[in-house]
């Protein structure tokens, strides 16, 4: 069966290739030192030569010899033993003419000699490389003088292929270099391309290039941030979702994370050599969700975040808070309400219909009147609301709450923060301070909602144990419970921060701790004749709770008197 042939892994083919590259670089190398072996051995054989042809033509002896009557008798003899001795493979002394008086064939001797000799008649030395008797041959050719006359010539030479033995032993040397550093360059590189194999998970060029692309559209299009620290602690990707959670612009690839302006517990997050797994860490307007690993591997490589907006949750999560004590609220009132109607029905089972009458419209006005003031007083709804549930909440923990008449002119409408913030500054604050003093006798908690010259001034006091000094109650993670659980007065922070405004925390009057919020309204002015805070603590609260009292006080935990808890 016919199978079509995977494509080469990327490491694969950068192997093949360095491979044959290696090869022809070895085989490069080996032809031109072969080259150069051979010219530099041609070059010794025609020095050598020349030394002896030079050597023998300077001889007293061989004059002697060329002026005898028969100088081959004295010169064959004399030119057998200088070719022994020097190692060439002939030496020829002639007659200017040519005729040979030495040969290493003596059957040569007496003919002409087979190559140029017309330098040398002139007097020069000269080489050349010439195909003789005995083969093409590096010969050098001299004359030999006796005074000023040349009387004969004097040829001495090594042919190409004693050369060319000469050079078979190195070109094997030469030959297992070639082979070793081809066999270590394939070693060498068979190993880096392990070590890329490794890294590429096996993948050829496109599919890294796929994966590239998958990589990009899955890192943009995934609305958790994605953050990625180096080693050096510098940022090394960040995807859009990241931006815009951590509020970041500009350039950031590169960046220190210490220089990014982020709160120090987000920082330490990020920069954590441990993994973090569902932490909540605030921003200037967010709350994060963050989670982190280091990369595996050797030595500090670097951490991977990511990073889910836990802003809208918490704000769900706040309301249905509040929704679940308005449920719990209603529970512990309707268990009131149906103890009111048994006296009123045990009053007309009694003949006293007039006071049965009397004792239940007394309930109703007085909660509806409760009811009235405190919409009028803060003007909010929704903090009205909110302020009704937490006084019935408190009253079921023995902790009384009051509006003070200072909050006669707060605003609602545009101008001033979303109802949503405003619920979160005075619900935490309310709800820390009513767990603060469950279980003291005598806790209460005075709350003012009040514009401030161009702000609005939101004041939750309680008469409490106070908090401890030198700790930064804002923190995140502080809490009077334990470290590791606070996140309410972050988020106060948060939201008065958020629309410019101030938090700031004091010991009340009374002892206890006094939590004052502050935020600018925009294109508003404070009303003239707006009533002022109530003389008798610094936010005017006087009087317990109860019905509205003479100096104004709404006394919103007396709304369900008798309450006493669930059924």
């Known amino acids: 069966m016919f199978r079509i042939p995977r494509p080469r892994s990327l490491a694969g083919q950068l192997f093949a290739m360095q491979v044959v590259l290696v090869a022809v670089v070895v085989a490069g190398c080996a032809v031109f030192a072969y080259a150069g072996a051979r010219r530099q051995a041609e070059e010794a054989a025609e020095r050598q030569a020349g030394a002896v042809a030079r050597a023998v033509a300077d001889s007293p002896s061989v004059r002697d010899a060329v002026r005898g009557p028969d100088p081959s008798a004295e010169l064959q003899p004399y030119a057998d033993r200088v070719r022994a001795d020097s190692g060439v493979d002939f030496v020829t002394i002639m007659a200017p003419d040519g005729r040979r008086w030495t040969h290493p064939d003596p059957r040569r001797i007496g003919e002409r000699f087979l190559g140029n000799t017309g330098p040398a008649l002139r007097g020069e030395t000269f080489s050349e490389t010439y195909t003789g008797t005995l083969g093409p041959s590096i010969r050098v050719v001299t004359p030999l003088r006796d005074g000023d006359r040349i009387t004969g010539l004097v040829s001495a030479g090594i042919t190409v292929r004693a050369i060319s033995d000469r050079l078979g032993g190195q070109l094997t040397a030469l030959g297992w270099v070639a082979g070793g550093a081809l066999a270590l360059g394939g070693a060498g590189t068979y190993v880096v391309n392990a070590r890329l194999r490794r890294h590429t998970h096996g993948l050829d060029a496109q599919g890294l290039s796929r994966m590239y692309d998958y990589h990009q559209a899955a890192l943009h299009a995934v609305r958790e941030g994605l953050l990625m620290v180096d080693g050096h ?151 009205a609301a909110l302020l009704l549930g937490k006084a019935a909440q408190a009253h079921e923990r023995g902790v009384e709450l009051l509006v003070t008449p200072g909050s006669r002119s707060l605003p609602a409408g545009p101008g001033g923060p979303p109802a949503r913030d405003l619920v979160t500054v005075l619900g935490n604050l309310i709800d820390n301070a009513v767990d603060a003093l469950t279980g003291t006798l005598g806790g209460r908690i005075a709350v003012t909602a009040r514009r401030d010259g161009e702000g609005l001034l939101l004041r939750v006091a309680d008469n409490g144990p106070g908090l401890p000094a030198g700790v930064d109650v804002f923190r995140r993670g502080w809490s009077g419970k334990g470290e590791g659980r606070g996140l309410g007065l972050a988020l106060v922070r948060q939201a008065a921060e958020r629309h410019g405004g101030s938090v700031s925390v004091a010991e009340a009057p009374g002892g206890g701790a006094e939590f004052t919020v502050r935020i600018p309204l925009r294109g508003a002015a404070a009303p003239a004749g707006a009533p002022e805070a109530a003389p008798g603590t610094a936010d005017g609260t006087a009087g317990m709770v109860g019905a509205p009292g003479a100096d104004g006080t709404i006394r919103t935990g007396a709304a369900v008197p008798g309450q006493g808890g669930e059924a």
């Open 233 to 383: 602690r510098r940022i090394s990707l960040v995807n859009d979702a990241g931006r815009e959670l951590l509020g970041l612009r500009g350039e950031l690839v590169g960046a220190r994370v210490a220089d990014l302006g982020l709160p120090a517990p987000l920082t330490g997050a990020l920069l954590a050599d441990r993994p973090r797994v569902d932490e909540v860490h605030l921003t200037a307007d967010r709350v994060l969700v963050v989670n982190s690993s280091p990369v595996a591997g050797g030595g500090r490589r670097g951490t991977v975040v990511t990073l889910r907006d836990h802003t809208e949750l918490q704000s769900l999560t706040g309301e249905l808070d509040h929704e679940r004590g308005f449920t719990r609220a209603l529970r512990s009132q309707a268990h009131e309400a149906a103890n009111r109607l048994h006296t009123v029905v045990s009053l007309i089972e009694l003949g006293r219909s007039g006071e049965a009458v009397e004792f239940a419209t007394a309930e109703l006005e007085l909660a509806q009147a409760l009811t009235d003031q405190v919409l009028g007083a803060v003007g909010e709804p929704v903090l």
